[in-house]
């Protein structure tokens, strides 16, 4: 398989130790690594979490020709970055090539592992008093031995190794089971210790979708912690890919990304964030070739509450989405692991691809996938548009996994979509927004194609309409306690719906819901924005437009006087209405420090 890359940008290549998605690798550009990872079920060994090189017994291929030292395409200058090395500092502003993003993703992981820098370690004995401080006792059941038997190890990974077992008795009696032995001598930071107890309490609380590794057991001894979980035997999504040559046909794309949306649709609506979602951590139950998958490894995932962001840096290197890169994000982030899938069933490269996990990151941040080589010309307009709208750089003009599923590449009639937690949030709101704001996203609902109408439509038959044909907030409560496992209530999920008291005293009929219901910024991820939003004006213009004041714009969008000048440019001269820009700037907002930076 040939690599796609996106577009020519410099990086700035280390050899370091780098620590991503559980497992730690030395890379050097000359020397490739494998790693076997733990599963909830069989594992093969395979690359992953290490950079590409040219070498015939590496799946990703190097996209540079053998016996060129150079990591740049042919054309490419060296990086400014690369030459002020030996560039005394006073010719330059930033005397030292910019700081690569890896270094502080290596420095929460080695803190996560328990890593010490060289030379910096705690002496034996201190290290030592350090240990017996840590409580390594999870309250597990501890007859593990006399509850089941183990078999032959299946995979091994950087906290211990998963083998097959039968059960002895009980439910499980005579029956195939994968275990994950984790051990507690690895445990050496309490952050691993919680990371483990998290990992079986997600495990516990999920449950209820055919994608989803099904969980037995947990037990402990003295050395160890174990995880009973369903045993697959069909091997990893990334061997079945390996195996045809990279690539996956459009219709059997579907049917992986179908599964893969559907399962991680469960988790989002649960408040459970994956944050490892990559073709190792799926696994097929048997070796038929249409077994169905399973979502494993939450060793990686967190509860997240419904308007929670998260900072800490996990995941593996080439299917990290940018706003985990700089620290802030949520549910979206999974989306764009299944963008970088999705992209490589249909073409056989990773959309973002460097020599070392420091270019990945680059990549990742500044680049953009290629849609020009072979075979995407070939490629349907569709699934194109679908893989766009994952891997857009901005997570809020991103897809919902529920919404995916409605995407016009995949959209089914006879396959059911679940409730999509995002519809609370923006009805949430909408009924904290002002008069006006309101008026303007009703004309912009006025103006939806009727793509985006098929999801919303869903949306609302799933809350199930009184006989009067409008939703009220009960209608939202029943929905999402009819879904609901412990994890949701772990997450705080339904604490959203105290947000939402305003529709205790209101009923919304389809056409409010869809003002309530829509995202600008979704929206403007469309490649016909444009004219979804002139349409809009114009009703705008008809219905609600009205002589406005830069102070009251201003107050409208909780903006101060610094902005002021920036607002006047979206109020028409001629009548003081807002103009199209002025309306279209005004659906989504700007943010004090945004307009100051749009001001100097």
């Known amino acids: 398989m040939g690599q796609c890359y996106g577009k020519n940008i410099s990086v700035v290549e280390d050899d370091t130790i780098v620590v991503v998605g559980g497992d730690t690798s030395v890379n050097h550009p000359q020397a490739p690594s494998t790693s076997t990872e733990v599963n909830g079920g069989v594992n093969v060994p395979s690359v992953k979490n290490t950079p590409a090189h040219s070498s015939s017994n590496s799946p990703w291929r190097s996209p540079y020709p053998h016996g060129i030292g150079s990591p740049l395409p042919a054309g490419v200058s060296p990086s400014p970055a690369r030459s002020s090395r030996s560039t005394p500092r006073r010719f330059f502003r930033r005397p030292f090539p910019p700081p690569s993003p890896a270094k502080h993703i290596k420095a929460s992981l080695a803190k996560r592992q328990g890593q010490a820098k060289p030379k910096e370690g705690p002496i034996p004995e201190e290290g030592a008093e350090v240990e017996r401080q840590l409580d390594k006792s999870f309250g597990y059941a501890k007859n593990f031995g006399a509850k089941y038997e183990l078999g032959k190890e299946v995979g091994r990974g950087h906290f211990g190794h998963t083998c097959s077992a039968k059960g002895k008795k009980g439910e499980l009696k005579g029956q195939q089971v994968a275990v994950k032995i984790i051990s507690k001598a690895k445990m050496t930071t309490p952050i691993s210790i919680e990371d483990v107890r998290r990992e079986v309490k997600i495990l516990k609380a999920l449950s209820g979708h055919k994608n989803l590794i099904r969980f037995h057991d947990a037990c402990e001894d003295a050395n160890n912690v174990y995880v009973i979980m369903e045993l697959c035997e069909g091997g990893e999504l990334l061997d079945r890919i390996l195996s045809r040559g990279g690539r996956y046909t459009e219709e059997d794309a579907k049917v992986i990304i179908v599964q893969i949306l559907s399962v991680v649709a469960f988790c989002h609506l649960q408040g459970v964030v994956h944050r490892d979602l990559k073709p190792e951590n799926f696994l097929f139950t048997t070796r038929d070739e249409d077994a169905p998958m399973k979502l494993i490894d939450f060793g990686l995932s967190d509860f997240i509450r419904p308007d929670e962001r998260l900072n800490d840096?996990?995941?593996?290197?080439?299917?990290?989405?940018?706003?985990?890169?700089?620290?802030?994000?949520?549910?979206?982030?999974?989306?764009?692991?299944?963008?970088?899938?999705?992209?490589?069933?249909?073409?056989?490269?990773?959309?973002?691809?460097?020599?070392?996990?420091?270019?990945?990151?680059?990549?990742?941040?500044?680049?953009?996938?290629?849609?020009?080589?072979?075979?995407?010309?070939?490629?349907?307009?569709?699934?194109?548009?679908?893989?766009?709208?994952?891997?857009?750089?901005?997570?809020?003009?991103?897809?919902?996994?529920?919404?995916?599923?409605?995407?016009?590449?995949?959209?089914?009639?006879?396959?059911?979509?679940?409730?999509?937690?995002?519809?609370?949030?923006?009805?949430?709101?909408?009924?904290?927004?002002?008069?006006?704001?309101?008026?303007?996203?009703?004309?912009?609902?006025?103006?939806?194609?009727?793509?985006?109408?098929?999801?919303?439509?869903?949306?609302?038959?799933?809350?199930?309409?009184?006989?009067?044909?409008?939703?009220?907030?009960?209608?939202?409560?029943?929905?999402?306690?009819?879904?609901?496992?412990?994890?949701?209530?772990?997450?705080?999920?339904?604490?959203?719906l105290i947000a939402m008291e305003p529709l205790s005293y209101k009923k919304l009929d389809f056409e409010e819901f869809c003002a309530a219901a829509i995202s600008t910024y979704q929206l403007e991820a469309l490649e016909g924005w444009e004219q979804v939003a002139s349409t809009a004006f114009e009703y705008f213009e008809q219905e609600a437009n009205r002589v406005i004041s830069v102070e009251e714009l201003a107050r409208e969008m909780n903006l101060g006087p610094t902005a002021h000048s920036i607002l006047s440019d979206w109020i028409r001269k001629s009548d003081g209405k807002l103009s199209f820009l002025g309306y279209t700037k005004f659906l989504h907002g700007v943010t004090i420090r945004s307009s100051n930076t749009r001001h100097q």
């Open 313 to 496: 840096i996990v995941g593996s290197a080439y299917y990290v989405a940018p706003e985990v890169l700089h620290r802030s994000y949520s549910l979206e982030g999974d989306i764009w692991s299944i963008g970088v899938i999705t992209y490589i069933l249909l073409c056989g490269s990773r959309p973002f691809w460097a020599r070392t996990e420091s270019g990945i990151f680059r990549a990742v941040l500044r680049a953009d996938p290629n849609f020009d080589d072979s075979p995407w010309p070939a490629v349907s307009a569709e699934a194109k548009d679908f893989v766009k709208r994952l891997l857009n750089k901005d997570h809020r003009k991103r897809m919902t996994a529920a919404q995916a599923l409605t995407h016009p590449w995949l959209r089914d009639d006879n396959r059911p979509v679940p409730l999509d937690i995002l519809i609370y949030k923006l009805v949430k709101s909408f009924f904290r927004a002002t008069p006006l704001k309101r008026a303007a996203l009703k004309c912009l609902s006025k103006a939806l194609t009727e793509d985006e109408l098929v999801y919303l439509r869903i949306q609302f038959r799933l809350l199930e309409p009184n006989k009067d044909g409008r939703v009220s907030l009960d209608n939202f409560r029943t929905a999402l306690m009819r879904n609901a496992t412990d994890a949701m209530k772990e997450s705080r999920v339904p604490d959203i």
